[in-house]
């Protein structure tokens, strides 16, 4: 038992894609890989890369030997699989009126491809085509197939196939349509998805007595109105379908455990045609049946490779919430189904999120709800979030928050409110947070660009109130620091043509030892050794003012002065030192 | 239309391949993959004005089926149900035969070094810089005999 996706033994591995890979044809490796694999104990795989937008392709695999150790397998190369949608992955979409993928070769293969067929013209035509014994369509989608004639998403016929976490969406055939012509064969159905077809969800036909259908945790909704699971047999083949579910009242047409009819499903985003279950579904989560010790095709996992739980979910998805919930952690998502993951992250754990994309509303709606922690979140998705959100939100969350973009400023006005600690905040929204935070939140701020023109004018709040350590550039430095230096005893570096504002003040007020450098330094030194006894290093072209006015600027205080560039023995000199 | 055609170099008749098989038809200019020009002949064909459009170019790909369809059948009957799909006597039913070739290209100029094009471990595309006319060159094994201009209309037309 493991995974739905079967890897063969003594693999060999080619690529597909674009003119950089070995193959830019199904067709050229299939025929080169039309080989006895049982006698060269080889199994053969093409390895395809999202290279391109999609790829217009098909392929008939057949004529190889094989058996259930060495086989043929198509599959997408690492990290260019699709994500459980029709968006992302690699992707076939024909023109040609033709099979994308028709597998009629004993145990192979086709594995998590993404596939739309859409001829200008044909007379009815299935995407994929099941016809070996045992072949297997694992993680398949299959949709928007439209054509003079009906285009369907899975066919499976004559050899006893299976098809495991596929799905068939919005095609204007059949999702998926199984023919028994051939005596005494299992066609079978595990945990796949029909939705929005224009004809049935799961059809049934045969005109064999032998044939052995099995449906197991297949979902059937929106497809042909009271057509989710049809049966078009002769002869009475054994129909078993058990733990599937319906939107009409089709899937207990047979009896059968665990079937439930006339259920409304919760998807992550229909619309965007994702399909997963969402983590409110009441339909079809943990109401499917495990088959991880099925007999005749054990997997354990979704059309997303996650390994499924204690309690199946009926079709090609398995939410995962328990897993992610026991996890806690920094976790960066990007991509447009960051909604679901989100739901799941969000179900109860406490952590750092970075978020991005058009999904992630959902996500940060569910966030400030509920779960204090880090949070980072960009772009447009900024406006929803703070329209999204009551301000209790946010009190109720302290932490660090990284915000960007133009939207911030509503979001950081609710979150400067409430809540002390440190916080980088760039972008023309600035200004109103700069405003709240200076206000209200004692701390170190690093501030920089344009944005000091309005900070300044909050400076009154800022440098009276809050005792610090601040770092301040740019050419609006000279009234904050004007601010800054009569109210706030401290170590400060001052640089730019406003020390001489700066310095004054300084040396009115403040006890200490200075280093002083630049042309200014003239004014500072009249200042300082007027009021204040220390020690003093004075260089620069004003120094030598300084230095020589010295005997007359000392009248009262204790005095060190150290003037590099005077000459020698004359360098220091010491005035009424108490020490 | 000027098509890039890879057709086979090897005869395993227990497979189904003839040597000059039609494996892949693609736009004329069509970049190959690393392997395939080692393993196919590289060709560029003028179909004439018979077939118009990749998507009918392609049914040169056909396989040799036991009903001598031209093309795959409707893989449904009219009820919606699937239909089994003939049976594949051979991967393809049209092929180049190499030694046509040989004598095509040598008319044009251009020498084909058989035992090079056989061998599947390296490149070698002696032709690929000039445009063969279909005529005399693409052979039915069903009927036995070349394609002519008429026999590519009907092509064109297998399936609509």
């Not at chain 1, 206000?439 to 709040?461: H, K």
């Not at chain 2, 030694?99 to 690929?128: H, S």
Request: hydrophobic share 40%; with cysteine; net charge negative.
């Amino acid at each position: 038992m493991g995974s739905a996706r079967k890897t063969g033994t003594n693999e060999s591995i080619h690529t597909y894609g674009n003119g950089t890979r070995q193959y830019t044809s199904l067709q050229t490796w299939e025929d080169a890989h039309t080989v006895d694999c049982v006698a060269t104990t080889t199994s053969h795989v093409l390895e395809c890369y999202d290279d391109a937008a999609s790829f217009n392709d098909y392929v008939t695999i057949a004529g190889a030997t094989t058996n259930a150790t060495y086989f043929r397998i198509v599959r997408p190369a690492a990290g260019q699989g699709h994500d459980g949608t029709p968006n992302n992955g690699v992707s076939f979409f024909l023109t040609t009126d033709a099979v994308v993928f028709s597998l009629s070769e004993t145990y192979s293969q086709v594995q998590d491809l993404i596939a739309k067929l859409t001829p200008a013209t044909s007379a009815g035509r299935n995407t994929y085509v099941i016809s070996g014994t045992l072949a297997a369509m694992i993680g398949c989608i299959a949709f928007n197939g439209a054509s003079t004639g009906l285009v369907s998403g899975f066919s499976m016929i004559g050899g006893g196939g299976i098809c495991v976490d596929c799905f068939a969406h919005n095609n204007t055939g059949v999702g998926f349509v199984t023919a028994g012509y051939t005596a005494s064969k299992d066609l079978r159905f595990y945990n796949c998805i029909a939705t929005n077809n224009g004809a049935q969800g799961f059809k049934m036909a045969s005109n064999q007595a032998t044939v052995v259908f099995t449906f197991t945790n297949c979902l059937a909704s929106g497809n042909l109105a009271n057509n989710d699971f049809i049966d078009a047999t002769s002869n009475s083949p054994t129909r078993t379908v058990t733990y599937c579910a319906s939107g009409d009242a089709t899937a207990d047409d047979w009896g059968g455990a665990g079937n439930r009819i006339s259920q409304t499903f919760t998807f992550a985003n229909s619309g965007g045609d994702d399909f997963h279950l969402a983590y409110g579904d009441a339909g079809a989560r943990n109401y499917g049946t495990d088959l991880s010790a099925d007999g005749t095709y054990a997997f354990n996992d979704d059309i997303d490779k996650a390994v499924r739980g204690a309690s199946w979910d009926i079709g090609f998805d398995e939410y995962v919430a328990y897993t992610i919930a026991a996890d806690s952690g920094s976790y960066g998502i990007t991509g447009v189904v960051v909604g679901t993951l989100a739901d799941r992250l969000i179900d109860g754990l406490a952590g750092s999120y970075a978020l991005t994309g058009i999904t992630a509303f959902p996500l940060v709606g569910r966030m400030l709800s509920g779960d204090p922690g880090g949070y980072a979140v960009t772009g447009f998705v900024a406006d929803l979030v703070h329209g999204g959100i009551g301000a209790y939100v946010l009190t109720a969350e302290p932490g660090s928050y990284l915000v960007f973009g133009t939207d911030t400023g509503l979001l950081a006005t609710r979150i400067l409110n409430a809540n002390p600690g440190g916080y980088i905040i760039t972008g023309q929204e600035a200004i109103t947070l700069a405003q709240r935070l200076i206000s209200a939140n004692p701390g170190t701020y690093g501030l920089t660009g344009f944005d000091a023109e309005f900070l300044r004018s909050t400076f009154e709040y800022f440098l009276n109130a809050e005792p610090g350590s601040y770092l301040i550039v740019g050419s609006e430095a000279k009234s904050i620091l004007g601010r800054m230096l009569s109210a706030n005893p401290g170590a400060y570096t001052v640089t730019g043509q406003e020390a001489v504002t700066i310095a004054r003040r300084v040396l009115n007020a403040g006890v200490g030892d200075y280093i002083l450098t630049g042309r200014s330094t003239s004014l500072l030194a009249n200042r300082t050794l007027n009021c204040n006894n220390g020690i003093y290093i004075l260089s620069g072209s004003d120094a030598n003012l300084i230095y020589t006015g010295l005997p007359s600027l000392i009248k009262y205080r204790n005095f060190l002065i150290y003037k590099p560039s005077a000459p020698m023995g004359r360098r220091i000199r010491i005035i009424k030192l108490p020490y | 239309m000027k098509v890039s055609i890879a057709i086979g170099v090897d005869s395993v008749p227990e497979r189904g391949k003839d040597e000059g098989r039609i494996v892949a038809v693609k736009p004329s200019g069509w970049k190959w993959g690393t392997e395939e020009v080692k393993q196919f002949l590289i060709l560029e064909v003028d179909l004439g004005s018979s077939i118009a459009t990749i998507e009918d170019a392609q049914k040169l790909t056909v396989p040799h089926f036991d009903t001598g369809d031209l093309w795959w059948p409707s893989s449904e009957d009219k009820d919606g149900n699937p239909i089994e799909p003939p049976k594949i006597l051979a991967k393809r039913r049209y092929n180049i035969p190499l030694t046509d070739l040989v004598a095509k290209a040598q008319v044009l100029g251009k020498t084909i070094d058989l035992a090079k094009v056989k061998d599947m471990t390296v490149e070698y595309q002696p032709i690929k810089a000039i445009t063969i006319p279909f005529a005399t060159m693409i052979l039915d094994r069903v009927k036995g005999t070349k394609l002519i201009a008429t026999d590519l209309v009907e092509i064109n037309n297998a399936g609509k």
